[in-house]
């Protein structure tokens, strides 16, 4: 753990943990929930999933046992967690690669995504109205078409009047204030429109047609975050942006063209 200066928190004890952790949430309590594909942190087993105090030691008390790969988490509004993944169970609970936690940590039966999403959930973010977005590698959830991009009802099933038909893999969901909703990937194009690895929706899924980056990206984009003034951090595998030589981290006007510089 960092203090705020970006020095290392000396008091925050190194847990030992077997293999990758790819998502982490804080709680305002200061509990830590970390997923990934590790197995066992701190002498304990502990499949893809593990709750650390604010301490920093590992919370006994959690095991709920997923059977396979966790890569993202969102907290939501009401302090439920949301985790997305490979895994298809969780203790003898069947949820596909996406499920929900109650704000105790134990798992919200209100929430099944039903079959759910038919491949590897990779990014997942809360709208301001509650709604989740979901991207990845995916072609249809819980049996309805949706191709790499999905929104979500309150109970896990997909909103059928979102249907954003991305081509390719979704790898970075970032929601602005107004609802408009920004992603990364692999994509060429987006409701067949042409969007070359970077995007911006309206609330509804459709492209917004004032959110164009010329050229794209010209590789995969792996992460994005909006700033306060609207401009949005980009960064992946990309040597250019928008035409603009930029080596794996860039910014994007509001608009969408890369920032000079």
């Keep these: 753990r960092l203090k705020a ?48 105090k604010s301490d920093g030691t590992l919370d006994a008390g959690f095991n709920p046992g997923l059977n396979n790969v966790v890569y993202t988490m969102a907290r939501q509004s009401d302090g439920k967690i949301l985790l997305g993944g490979e895994f298809s169970t969780v203790g003898s ?21 039903g079959a759910g999403p038919d491949g ?4 997942l973010a809360v709208a301001a109205d509650g709604g989740i977005v979901m991207g990845g590698q995916f072609g249809a959830v819980n049996g309805l078409g949706r ?13 059928a009047t979102f249907n ?34 970077i995007a911006r929706l309206r609330a509804d899924g459709i492209p917004d047609p004032t959110f164009v980056t010329p050229a794209g990206a010209d590789s995969h984009v792996r992460a994005l975050a909006v700033e306060q003034q609207g401009s949005v951090v980009v960064a992946g595998q990309f040597g250019n942006l928008g035409g603009v030589n930029r080596r ?3 910014r994007v006007e509001g608009l969408g063209s890369a920032a000079g510089g």
Aim: zero cysteines; proline letters at 5%.
């Design 5 to 52: 200066d970006g020095t290392i928190d000396a008091a925050f004890p190194s847990l030992s943990i077997n293999s990758d952790v790819y998502a982490i949430v804080a709680t305002p309590g200061g509990d830590i929930y970390i997923g990934g594909v590790f197995t066992s942190v701190a002498g304990q087993t502990r499949n893809y999933l593990a709750r650390i």
């Design 93 to 113: 609970v069947q949820r596909r690669r996406i499920l929900r936690l109650n704000a105790d940590g134990s798992l919200d039966g209100s929430f099944d995504p």
């Design 120 to 123: 590897s959930v990779r990014n």
């Design 147 to 159: 191709r790499h991009l999905a929104r979500l009802g309150p109970t896990g099933l997909p909103d």
């Design 164 to 197: 954003a038909q991305v081509d390719y893999t979704v790898w970075a969901i970032a929601i602005q204030p107004d609802g408009r909703i920004l992603i990364g990937g692999e994509f060429g194009s987006v409701g067949g429109a042409s969007r070359t690895r």
């Design 248 to 250: 794996f981290l860039g």
